[in-house]
């Protein structure tokens, strides 16, 4: 399991069913591209509790106007299609790994 790259088109039908972790970025974000190596491996061995995807805010602008994104990362989790919780900024593996848990 690895980070799924999305697009808008692919969003509903990817965060309809179960827990779907979303990392909403942009790749001139510093914060994000450290972001991003703490959500592979956290997908990793998260495998089978949620899904893992990650979202271009400038090639998905809808998708960001849609939650009111103003600030990235931004990581939104969903429950069977249903925003239940986010997290604004980076943070380190052990919080974001207690946030996704915590929303099991």
């Known amino acids: 399991m690895s980070v799924k790259k999305i697009n808008s088109p692919e969003f509903e039908d990817a965060i309809k069913n179960g827990v779907a972790v979303v990392d909403f ?3 001139w974000c510093g ?3 450290m972001l991003a190596p703490v959500l592979e491996e956290l997908s990793e061995e998260m495998a089978g509790k949620a899904s893992f995807y990650a979202v271009d805010v400038d090639d998905n602008q809808d998708l960001a106007v849609q939650y009111g994104i103003s600030s990235i990362p931004y990581v939104g989790l ?3 299609g249903k925003l239940a919780d986010e ?3 980076f943070v380190p593996k052990p919080a974001l ?3 996704i ?3 099991l």
């Open 101 to 103: 848990e915590k929303n």
């Open 31 to 33: 914060p994000c591209r």
């Open 87 to 89: 997290m604004v900024g």
């Open 97 to 99: 790994q207690g946030f």
């Open 78 to 80: 969903f429950k069977d």
């Open 25 to 27: 970025n942009a790749t």
